[in-house]
């Protein structure tokens, strides 16, 4: 039997439209470092940790020169969230045309779920997409943010996204054989 997926597509379109969630306390010992080196090692690493029991499957047969061409485009970056040394999760900035960032891909490793990390670290992965043209010369200034989630996704995820102020402005349900596959030029696997 199939089961319907369904995807949300979700925006900000000014960084006041932010809801930041709250940071957690210095002695959790959490931080969040932007991962400079393209590692396609450590970005499968990642990509497979966080989505194994989520579904995540499009990149799995992609081989490494594929990864790094991603990671080394212009505008792409990698932001990972560690709690006391150990990487808990991840949020890929994609940057698009005329000023749109993509939240390509975000989520936490199974066993840093539900312990404040994930709005933390989506709320820091946002601010960080609002200032991505900064760090990047010759990129517009972020005039929109989105993202997508589907019901594959942590029971928590779009709760998330709404909680820091991620409004829906498209809903698509299908019976898919395979996980969707994001639209051709939707972002980093376009």
Same mark, same amino acid.
């Given at each position: 039997?199939?089961?319907?997926?369904?995807?949300? =597509?979700?925006? $900000? #379109?000014?960084?006041?439209?932010?809801?930041?969630?709250?940071?957690?306390?210095?002695?959790? %010992?959490?931080?969040?470092?932007?991962?400079?080196? !393209?590692?396609?090692?450590?970005?499968?690493? $990642? *990509?497979?940790? /966080?989505?194994?029991?989520? =579904?995540?499957?499009?990149?799995? !047969?992609?081989p490494p020169a594929r990864w790094r061409e991603v990671l080394e485009r212009p %505008?792409?970056? $990698?932001?990972?969230? *560690?709690?006391?040394?150990?990487?808990? @999760?991840?949020?890929?900035?994609?940057?698009?045309?005329?000023?749109? /960032?993509?939240?390509? *891909?975000?989520?936490?490793?199974?066993?840093?779920? @539900?312990?404040?990390?994930g709005g933390h670290l989506l709320t820091y992965g946002t601010e960080r997409a609002?200032?991505? @043209?900064?760090?990047?010369?010759?990129?517009?200034?972020?005039?929109?943010?989105?993202?997508?989630?589907?019901?594959?996704?942590?029971? *928590?995820?779009?709760? #998330?996204?709404?909680?820091? @102020?991620?409004?829906v402005f498209d809903t698509v349900t299908a019976v898919p054989n395979v996980r969707?596959?994001?639209?051709?030029?939707? %972002? =980093?696997?376009?």
């Open positions: 039997m199939t089961t319907a997926v369904t995807t949300w =597509s979700l925006e $900000l #379109n000014a960084p006041g439209e932010l809801q930041p969630a709250a940071v957690p306390a210095a002695g959790a %010992g959490v931080r969040i470092v932007r991962a400079e080196v !393209p590692s396609p090692d450590f970005q499968r690493f $990642l *990509y497979t940790a /966080v989505g194994g029991d989520c =579904s995540w499957t499009d990149r799995l !047969p992609w %505008g792409t970056e $990698l932001w990972v969230a *560690y709690e006391h040394g150990t990487p808990a @999760g991840y949020v890929e900035l994609v940057g698009q045309d005329e000023g749109v /960032v993509e939240i390509g *891909y975000f989520g936490l490793l199974p066993d840093f779920r @539900g312990r404040g990390i609002w200032d991505l @043209g900064g760090r990047w010369q010759g990129r517009a200034a972020t005039r929109r943010v989105w993202v997508h989630t589907c019901s594959l996704d942590g029971p *928590y995820a779009l709760d #998330n996204y709404r909680r820091r @102020g991620f409004r969707p596959r994001r639209p051709l030029g939707a %972002g =980093s696997d376009a």
